[in-house]
């Protein structure tokens, strides 16, 4: 089974701080995602990467970077945390690009944030 | 600019009350539709991928349809614990954004016993 795992499920943070969200997948997938979520909002790509040191913007990327070191890790920072970033971050998998088999996304837990 | 409605925000059902969820979309070209279900406080878990109109998948009481405007999914006999949202999801071919989904707001679903 695919595995996503984000490494904390609650967070409390201060208007700020640097705060970094971490994301490891275990079943060697190039592609990786962020998205949040938000009530009455759904759901809303932040970056994506497809590949190593690569990176996308998504439809809201502002106030957000990305860090694609290593092909299982895709880590989400928040530069300086606003109050209007309390959400839940959901990260997502996918295996290749372009075939359509392949494309299904996984989905860790999720991190609910909380900027205080 | 690509769209995803789905409808009803939120119903109700008794436990073996059959009904279905809708999902409307606008793409320029569409490289596959997905149905996700979520649970409280957890990330969406992947049930069903479409591609073409005309085709079906069927998985337990769940059922998913598309055609070349909408997907529905058909929740046959539901029990409490098929309780969730559902989500939907395309993906466009001429998406910018990659490989990303572009989803809908989602169906709440209530089964009660």
């Known amino acids: 089974d695919v595995k996503v795992t984000q490494s904390s499920r609650y967070l409390v943070k201060r208007t700020g701080e640097k705060v970094f969200l971490e994301c490891v997948q275990d079943m060697d997938h190039e592609n990786m995602f962020w998205y949040r979520q938000d009530p009455g909002l759904g759901l809303r790509l932040i970056y994506f990467s497809y590949d190593v040191k690569m990176k996308e913007k998504g439809d809201i990327p502002e106030g957000y970077s990305v860090s694609r070191e290593k092909k299982e890790r895709f880590s989400l920072i928040l530069e300086s945390a606003s109050t209007n970033q309390t959400s839940m971050y959901l990260c997502?998998?996918?295996?290749?690009?372009?075939?359509?088999?392949?494309?299904?996304?996984?989905f860790g837990a999720g991190t609910r944030l909380s900027v205080l | 600019e690509d769209q995803v409605t789905q409808s009803p925000e939120a119903l109700r059902l008794q436990e073996g009350e059959s009904s279905s969820l809708n999902c409307s979309y606008t793409v320029s070209g569409l490289r596959g539709l997905f149905w996700y279900r979520q649970d409280p406080g957890k990330g969406p878990e992947f049930l069903f991928t479409l591609y073409s109109a005309g085709e079906e998948k069927e998985k337990e009481r769940l059922k998913a349809t598309l055609t070349k405007k909408e997907s529905f999914l058909h929740i046959t006999a539901p029990k409490p614990e098929d309780s969730a949202t559902y989500l939907c999801a395309v993906q466009a071919k001429s998406s910018n954004s990659g490989y990303a989904l572009n989803f809908g707001k989602g169906t709440s679903l209530l089964v009660t016993p």
């Open positions: 997502a998998s996918s295996l290749i690009a372009g075939l359509l088999a392949k494309n299904i996304q996984y």
